[in-house]
């Protein structure tokens, strides 16, 4: 049947570019209105996924802590604790609590691996720096966290690490005793650190001395990884005495989601999150002083001494507005950076020091036993 002239005369004319033009901005207004959605939905499975590792983790503390009847502590590992911190990827007393949860996170093969072949001074174990320096855990890996190399060394490729162990809100440090990195005798000693919070080096922490409840007590977080040296995440180095030092100090360095100095970042060995098993403060621990998502500071000493002062190590992530815990009983919540923080002008109190935290609902979830009665807030 032939057709019209009418139907054969809009077949040869075809679309004009009005028409075109009318269809190509519909079909931007509609991936302008689509794209946020994909990504919010995107972000909402990345966070999802970060909240199951915390998950695995805190389960993986309660096996540990079935088994030995304790919590592990944030530094381990055998041998002298060594004289140039993580730099020189050695077992000497460096390992993060990580290392002692391999087992209970279906990583007993790689915990053998590592406790077969150490690393020693001087990079004298191939297999055990390869281990240190290569390996990485999905169970240590938020997808949210941006970075994969270090930004300050791209070429290291070590175990990534999105997650800390909570010290509490004393200015943590990962040395006992001045003149330790420097004094053999001290360093095979491997004395312990006892902090407000849960973990603390060589402290392994029975769960009875939670006396502020595990619903109550914050065990780990998310520390993200920095993927620019302006960025949150890094740590600016203040020269002070952690005995006067406020941490709103600390505070005023970071504006937004960059400080305003980042020239003072301590050196470029100091990549966190790109550490994965170092158990140095630096790298393994976030205290409950300022809010997830504000500035990270060592206090008292800069340069390569940065694993042995202490500091303010602030969790934070990409998620947007806060960050993700996991309670002492294994539970995980999102924390507002909004949170309460007390008076941050009031110094840190002593590691060993009592009583409730001066740092209001944010510090006392860091303490273990301050005797606050503050629930998490939702």
Request: some cysteine; overall charge positive; aromatic content about 8%.
């Amino acid at each position: 049947m032939k057709r019209s002239r009418k139907w054969a005369a809009l077949d040869r004319r075809g679309f004009t570019l009005v028409e075109l033009l009318v269809v190509i901005a519909i079909i931007g207004v509609l991936v302008g209105l689509l794209l946020p959605a994909v990504q919010a939905a995107r972000e909402a499975a990345r966070r999802m996924s970060c909240s199951n590792n915390l998950k695995q983790q805190g389960l993986a503390l309660h096996n540990y802590e079935s088994t030995f009847k304790r919590f592990p502590a944030h530094m381990t590992g055998n041998g002298d604790l060594g004289s140039n911190g993580s730099v020189g990827r050695t077992q000497r007393g460096q390992y993060a609590g990580w290392f002692s949860m391999l087992p209970y996170l279906e990583q007993a093969t790689l915990y053998s691996e590592l406790e077969t072949n150490p690393m020693q001074p001087g990079f004298t174990n191939a297999t055990g720096l390869q281990l240190l320096v290569s390996t990485r855990l999905p169970f240590l890996e938020c997808p949210s966290d941006a970075g994969d190399r270090d930004p300050e060394q791209p070429n290291r490729t070590n175990t990534l690490s999105s997650y800390a162990f909570c010290t509490g809100d004393n200015y943590s440090s990962s040395q006992v005793v001045p003149g330790e990195r420097n004094n053999t005798a001290l360093r095979v000693q491997k004395l312990p650190i006892n902090n407000r919070g849960i973990f603390g080096r060589y402290n392994y922490l029975r769960l009875s001395a939670i006396t502020d409840g595990l619903s109550n007590t914050l065990a780990l977080g998310e520390r993200q990884r920095p993927f620019e040296r302006k960025n949150v995440g890094f740590v600016i180095a203040l020269t002070g005495d952690p005995t006067t030092l406020q941490p709103i100090v600390c505070k005023a360095t970071l504006i937004g989601r960059s400080y305003i100095d980042p020239t003072l970042v301590p050196n470029s060995d100091a990549g966190v999150g790109y550490r994965g098993f170092s158990g140095l403060c630096y790298h393994a621990a976030f205290t409950t002083i300022l809010p997830p998502n504000s500035a990270s500071c060592l206090i008292g000493e800069s340069g390569i001494s940065y694993h042995v002062t202490g500091g303010i190590w602030t969790p934070g992530s990409e998620h947007g507005g806060g960050a993700q815990f996991t309670l002492a009983d294994g539970s995980v919540r999102f924390i507002n950076e909004s949170i309460d923080t007390g008076n941050l002008a009031t110094v840190a109190p002593a590691r060993d020091g009592v009583g409730p935290s001066p740092y209001g609902v944010w510090g006392a979830l860091g303490t273990r036993m301050g005797s606050e009665t503050v629930p998490v807030p939702e």
